[in-house]
């Protein structure tokens, strides 16, 4: 390469490096279906609400190369007469220290059986670097079908098996909080969540804290309770051996399933999650 081509790769090296952190950030619309959610775990019975949340960077290593990050996630889940709807809108935009920025949006919506062995998605993703992306497809596991199995769009007809112990988001927030109303502090299991082939499954290793008092009750309104569970989840990529995780998510869930705060970390840069706005939502009159 001469050296009329070095400022071109170095464009390249920084256009790759800015696709990779918004790639990352995909990830977490996918991830944030556990952060706000509303369910009924044994006799305790959590609230259907929308959520607004502030986002920011939090920290940021110098491979990572932000200065800023800022946006906004709205995250609604609501019951119908079977199951769980759930959507989340991600809107970010990246300050990098070249004096460049980039943006992302991303919708994804889901729906979860009651059960918690059926599940289907769609997700909208746009950014700065990326072609956009549209996509959808659905899930189920026994007794539904005889295998946990997956099908998505871009390849209908091509079926993707899952691990035999596998949970859709719901269910595993389910078992999460049952752990936690237990006193139990440790809990692995794998979670598909509704993405890219590739990045659908992931391996979770999670550490649920002592209760909290909790320090935002005057956002959370109605929805505030006393005290909230701090957990931390890391996700690793099924396939791979590495000991350390490809994020973690550390979040305030109290026990009406609303989560209060959060943060992901990504290793060379985090961002955290602030509460701006919450509301309880009606259920369905179902016979």
Not at 10 to 30: H, I, P, W, Y
Not at 217 to 233: E, H
Request: proline share 5%; net charge negative; charged share 25%.
């Amino acid at each position: 390469m001469g050296i009329k081509d070095k400022p071109y790769r170095k464009k390249q090296e920084k256009a790759e490096k800015m696709r990779e952190n918004m790639s990352k950030q995909f990830g977490l619309t996918v991830c944030a279906g556990l952060l706000g959610f509303s369910l009924e775990a044994g006799a305790i019975e959590l609230v259907a609400h929308e959520a607004t949340y502030e986002m920011g960077l939090l920290s940021s290593g110098n491979d990572a190369k932000m200065t800023n990050i800022v946006g906004k996630t709205n995250f609604l889940m609501r019951k119908d007469c079977e199951g769980w709807i759930s959507s989340e809108d991600y809107l970010l935009e990246f300050a990098y220290d070249t004096g460049d920025s980039a943006l992302l949006a991303s919708h994804f919506e889901s729906w979860e059986g009651q059960s918690g062995n059926l599940y289907s998605f769609e997700v909208d993703e746009r950014s700065t670097y990326e072609e956009e992306k549209q996509f959808n497809g659905y899930a189920s596991i026994p007794p539904v079908t005889d295998k946990p199995v997956a099908y998505f769009s871009m390849q209908p007809d091509v079926a993707l098996s899952l691990p035999e112990q596998v949970y859709f988001p719901i269910a595993h927030t389910k078992a999460l909080l049952e752990r936690a109303e237990k006193g139990e502090k440790l809990f692995s299991a794998n979670i598909f969540f509704g993405a890219e082939p590739d990045r659908a499954i992931k391996r979770t290793s999670t550490v649920i804290g002592t209760r909290q008092e909790v320090k935002n009750k005057d956002i959370l309104g109605t929805l505030a309770n006393n005290s909230y569970y701090p957990v931390n989840i890391a996700y690793f990529d099924p396939s791979s051996v590495a000991a350390v995780p490809e994020y973690e998510i550390t979040f305030h869930l109290q026990p009406n399933g609303v989560v209060a705060y959060y943060e992901v970390d990504y290793g060379d840069f985090a961002i955290d999650a602030k509460l701006t706005e919450v509301k309880p939502l009606s259920r369905p009159e179902c016979s």
